[in-house]
């Protein structure tokens, strides 16, 4: 019975003292310093020991000036020979309030001085330093902590002072510490460097990492700085001397994968590098002895040639895709050229026929599960081409039963909508897509947010759906390549539905269509309409983003293009552009730093 009451107790004065605790940060933290003081002065009585209650009961006396008191209280703290070494920080900090500072610098001094004692305290007084933006002070501890106990490593931290100093050289050479170390992922790392440099391969702060790394290298000869150099030149967009780097490592690692080539030509060929694009996947196909690398490479130089300023036409790249049949077959290892050859055929020479009977034929392998999808998924939208929409409809609705769980079942379920409005059954394609507003891919939700919104507005205003069957077919007619007559029957909604909510669906679709036909200013025109009329409809910070876009990467007008990304940072912080949106804008508007 005894034990029973005094366990009571116990949790009764455990309580009492949380709540205590709780009430004291609680006022402290709406700064209500008076009453915060009378629970901290409690807390400290009852618990002595504990210096998150003593730190807290010095910041009441600093808030409310009572720096007597805070004095009075430390002198008595760090009279204990076990004494946290922070105490002679608080106190140091408590003279610089009252402009004191040699009395402070004596304080301070002492705190450090403790890490002689014992270098583990090397983090608390650097990072308390920190608080209190006493910058040279916690490098000095966290330095002197490392150099009595090399063990320690606090490159982290002293990079993150070295950058508010703006020394950036050390801030670097911390950084790369860690990278050389293991001490911390690559990508964290980088992401924290990427803050301090520009696209510009002149700016101060590039031609400094530049310059570390090279120092590093000329030390240590480690593949390493190879491999950060090739980063640093990516961000630049200088994927020539990205090359060159890659092709080092690739040396220097017995030849064993080409893995990181093919990834910098994929980044070379999305940024329309087709020159060094090609460069680099040539070398992959001369230098490859994996049969999918090599054809992989093969499929990309391709899609160059395709994409490219030297075009070729359709008959040559026929014959080059008949000549990758006839040397890799058709093989479940080798699906990707069957999809891209069908693909060729539908899209590029409008013959889908034949890349039907293709892909027929490849179903018929020994495939996966996800290799069937794959193929499945191409079927479907050669079908869809071709408005054959129930049999695309049959392929993608097995896909999103076999897959439910997955990306790739979430974008066939996705083609069902998009299927079911190209057909004009617009109810069916709305219930697919009230399922796929929850998507993990951000981009399927925002793509059937934005299609949802438009059969759902437009549906509720015209019982008959004209306008909205004629947007149907637009889209379609672009679906197909047919841009130019894409941009005629948008014009007829533009002209005949005036007025309507379709109006602002139209004006971006023709936008992005006339901006494919480089019919610039014309696509220009209709963004601006958009913004102009509609500013709180749904498509404003897609027209934003397009005339950003539009002026950045195409008219060169920056200082227009920083304007439409601004836009979207302050208006539009829930839209699907606004990480880009914000990166371009500080890329435009100079930064080096966060």
Same mark, same amino acid.
């Given at each position: 019975m005894r034990y029973i009451l005094f366990l009571i107790s116990f949790l009764f004065?455990?309580?009492?003292?949380?709540?205590e605790d709780f009430l004291a940060k609680q006022y402290f933290n709406d700064g209500d310093y008076e009453k915060a003081l009378v629970f901290y002065e409690k807390l400290v009585?009852?618990?002595?020991?504990?210096?998150?209650?003593?730190?807290?009961?010095?910041?009441?006396?600093?808030?409310?000036?009572?720096?007597?008191?805070?004095?009075?209280?430390?002198?008595?703290?760090?009279?204990?020979?076990?004494?946290?070494?922070?105490?002679? /920080? +608080?106190?140091? =900090?408590?003279?610089? @309030?009252?402009?004191?500072? *040699?009395?402070? $610098?004596?304080?301070?001094?002492?705190?450090?001085?403790?890490?002689?004692?014992?270098?583990?305290?090397?983090?608390?007084?650097?990072?308390?330093?920190?608080k209190y933006a006493l910058l040279d002070q916690a490098v000095l501890a966290y330095t002197r902590a490392m150099t009595l106990k090399p063990e320690l490593n606090y490159d982290f931290q002293l990079a993150r002072i070295y950058g508010e100093q703006?020394? /950036? +050289?050390?801030? =670097?050479?911390?950084? @790369?510490?860690?990278?050389? *170390?293991?001490? $911390?992922?690559?990508?964290?790392?980088?992401?924290?460097?990427?803050?301090?440099?520009?696209?510009?391969?002149?700016?101060?702060?590039?031609?400094?990492?530049?310059?570390?790394?090279?120092?590093?290298?000329?030390?240590?000869?480690?593949?390493?700085?190879?491999?950060?150099?090739s980063w640093l030149f990516i961000q630049q967009k200088q994927y020539n001397s990205a090359f060159s780097q890659e092709k080092a490592i690739y040396k220097?690692?017995?030849?064993?994968?080409?893995?990181?080539?093919?990834?910098?030509?994929?980044?070379?060929?999305?940024?329309?590098?087709?020159?060094?694009?090609?460069?680099?996947?040539?070398?992959?196909?001369?230098?490859?002895?994996?049969p999918v690398s090599k054809l992989n490479a093969e499929l990309h130089l391709i899609d160059i040639e395709l994409e490219g300023t030297s075009r070729k036409k359709p008959d040559a790249v026929d014959k080059k895709f008949q000549a990758l049949v006839s040397e890799y077959g058709n093989q479940s290892r080798t699906?990707?050229?069957?999809?891209?050859?069908?693909?060729?055929?539908?899209?590029?020479?409008?013959?889908?026929?034949?890349?039907?009977?293709?892909?027929?034929?490849?179903?018929?392998?020994?495939?996966?599960?996800?290799?069937?999808?794959?193929?499945?998924?191409?079927?479907?939208?050669?079908l869809v081409y071709d408005q054959k929409f129930n049999q695309a409809l049959i392929y993608f609705t097995q896909i999103q039963k076999s897959l439910k769980n997955d990306v790739l079942g979430q974008d066939a379920r996705f083609k069902v909508a998009q299927t079911s409005f190209y057909k004009g059954d617009f109810n069916w394609a709305l219930t697919q897509l009230k399922v796929l507003r929850g998507s993990t891919s951000q981009l399927i939700a925002n793509d059937a947010m934005q299609l949802s919104l438009l059969i759902s507005d437009n549906s509720l205003e015209d019982s008959t759906q004209t306008a909205l069957k004629k947007y149907a077919r637009a889209d379609l007619l672009a679906y197909q390549n047919k841009n130019k007559q894409a941009i005629e029957v948008l014009e007829d909604i533009l002209q005949n539905h005036k007025g309507e909510k379709i109006e602002d669906e139209a004006l971006l679709k023709q936008g992005e269509l006339l901006e494919a036909q480089k019919s610039y200013e014309s696509a220009e025109f209709n963004y601006?309409?958009?913004?102009?009329?509609?500013?709180d409809g749904i498509l404003a910070d897609d027209a934003h983003f397009a005339l950003g876009e539009l002026y950045r990467s195409i008219?060169?007008?920056?200082?227009?293009?920083?304007?439409?990304?601004e836009k979207i940072i302050y208006n539009y912080q829930d839209s699907y552009y606004f990480p880009k949106a914000r990166k371009h804008f500080r890329r435009l508007r100079g930064d080096a730093i966060n």
């Amino acid at each position: 019975m005894r034990y029973i009451l005094f366990l009571i107790s116990f949790l009764f004065l455990s309580a009492a003292q949380s709540q205590e605790d709780f009430l004291a940060k609680q006022y402290f933290n709406d700064g209500d310093y008076e009453k915060a003081l009378v629970f901290y002065e409690k807390l400290v009585e009852k618990k002595p020991r504990r210096t998150d209650y003593s730190e807290g009961l010095v910041a009441c006396y600093q808030q409310l000036e009572r720096y007597e008191d805070a004095e009075k209280f430390l002198l008595k703290k760090i009279e204990d020979s076990y004494a946290f070494p922070t105490f002679f /920080i +608080e106190l140091g =900090y408590n003279y610089t @309030l009252q402009n004191q500072p *040699e009395k402070a $610098t004596t304080y301070y001094d002492n705190a450090i001085a403790k890490i002689d004692e014992n270098p583990n305290f090397g983090y608390s007084v650097g990072y308390r330093f920190q608080k209190y933006a006493l910058l040279d002070q916690a490098v000095l501890a966290y330095t002197r902590a490392m150099t009595l106990k090399p063990e320690l490593n606090y490159d982290f931290q002293l990079a993150r002072i070295y950058g508010e100093q703006g020394d /950036i +050289e050390k801030m =670097y050479q911390s950084y @790369l510490n860690l990278i050389y *170390e293991g001490r $911390t992922s690559r990508s964290n790392i980088l992401r924290n460097i990427d803050d301090f440099i520009s696209e510009d391969p002149s700016n101060a702060n590039n031609v400094l990492l530049r310059k570390v790394l090279l120092k590093n290298a000329q030390k240590n000869p480690d593949i390493l700085w190879n491999e950060l150099l090739s980063w640093l030149f990516i961000q630049q967009k200088q994927y020539n001397s990205a090359f060159s780097q890659e092709k080092a490592i690739y040396k220097r690692t017995d030849e064993t994968s080409l893995g990181r080539l093919e990834n910098l030509g994929q980044i070379t060929l999305e940024d329309e590098d087709y020159e060094n694009a090609t460069t680099i996947f040539e070398y992959i196909v001369d230098n490859s002895n994996n049969p999918v690398s090599k054809l992989n490479a093969e499929l990309h130089l391709i899609d160059i040639e395709l994409e490219g300023t030297s075009r070729k036409k359709p008959d040559a790249v026929d014959k080059k895709f008949q000549a990758l049949v006839s040397e890799y077959g058709n093989q479940s290892r080798t699906l990707q050229l069957q999809i891209a050859y069908a693909n060729f055929l539908t899209f590029k020479k409008e013959t889908p026929a034949p890349a039907i009977a293709i892909l027929k034929e490849s179903l018929e392998l020994p495939l996966g599960r996800m290799g069937v999808a794959y193929v499945k998924l191409a079927l479907g939208d050669i079908l869809v081409y071709d408005q054959k929409f129930n049999q695309a409809l049959i392929y993608f609705t097995q896909i999103q039963k076999s897959l439910k769980n997955d990306v790739l079942g979430q974008d066939a379920r996705f083609k069902v909508a998009q299927t079911s409005f190209y057909k004009g059954d617009f109810n069916w394609a709305l219930t697919q897509l009230k399922v796929l507003r929850g998507s993990t891919s951000q981009l399927i939700a925002n793509d059937a947010m934005q299609l949802s919104l438009l059969i759902s507005d437009n549906s509720l205003e015209d019982s008959t759906q004209t306008a909205l069957k004629k947007y149907a077919r637009a889209d379609l007619l672009a679906y197909q390549n047919k841009n130019k007559q894409a941009i005629e029957v948008l014009e007829d909604i533009l002209q005949n539905h005036k007025g309507e909510k379709i109006e602002d669906e139209a004006l971006l679709k023709q936008g992005e269509l006339l901006e494919a036909q480089k019919s610039y200013e014309s696509a220009e025109f209709n963004y601006k309409k958009i913004v102009e009329f509609y500013p709180d409809g749904i498509l404003a910070d897609d027209a934003h983003f397009a005339l950003g876009e539009l002026y950045r990467s195409i008219l060169n007008e920056p200082e227009k293009a920083k304007n439409h990304y601004e836009k979207i940072i302050y208006n539009y912080q829930d839209s699907y552009y606004f990480p880009k949106a914000r990166k371009h804008f500080r890329r435009l508007r100079g930064d080096a730093i966060n």
